[in-house]
């Protein structure tokens, strides 16, 4: 939207929405977080029974701690957080059906340089829509592929995340 505002840009696991056909689970997330008291509410089933279930389906191989899924937990129950983590999602509600100005901005072809990292084995975002986010950059492009990383890359393995990323953003020049 202000590619002036960015030298640089790494996303992690989400790819530009202009080449994305979303999957069902994905759909879900998408639309559940749209109501924050139906997510609330979800997350709160048999003690967070759902999150765990999420995060294991999307993450398979990620070996998460009590502590990860209690955060994950507090995030999604705590009604202040969970306003702003569902933010973007609620901000989908009406696309791609109104085609205003925000869904002109939305397609639009990102003009910087693009680090973007996916897990191989995230089911709620393919590694194939990842893929196809290179014809949404008019930059320089470079995807990371990580074998047995699902859709938390940052928490998953972070010594790669950090390391590629600061090179990236040019740490220490």
Known sequence: MAPNRLARLVTLAVPHARPTKPTLIWSTLVMAMQVPSLASRMAAVGNGFLVEQMIRRISPHWRYTAQDVADAKRIV????????????????????????????????????????????????????????????????????ELKD????????????VNAKSLAFLGAGD
């Open 149 to 160: 990383v699902g859709h938390f890359p940052q928490r998953e393995c972070p010594e790669i």
């Open 77 to 144: 129950t705590n009604s202040a957080y969970l306003c702003d983590v569902t933010g973007v999602y609620r901000s989908l509600r009406r696309w791609p059906i109104q085609r205003g100005e925000s869904y002109r901005l939305l397609m639009k072809k990102i003009t910087v340089p693009t680090l973007t990292f996916a897990g191989v084995d995230d089911s709620a975002m393919p590694l194939r829509d990842l893929k196809k986010r290179a014809s949404a950059v008019e930059a320089a492009f470079e995807l990371v």
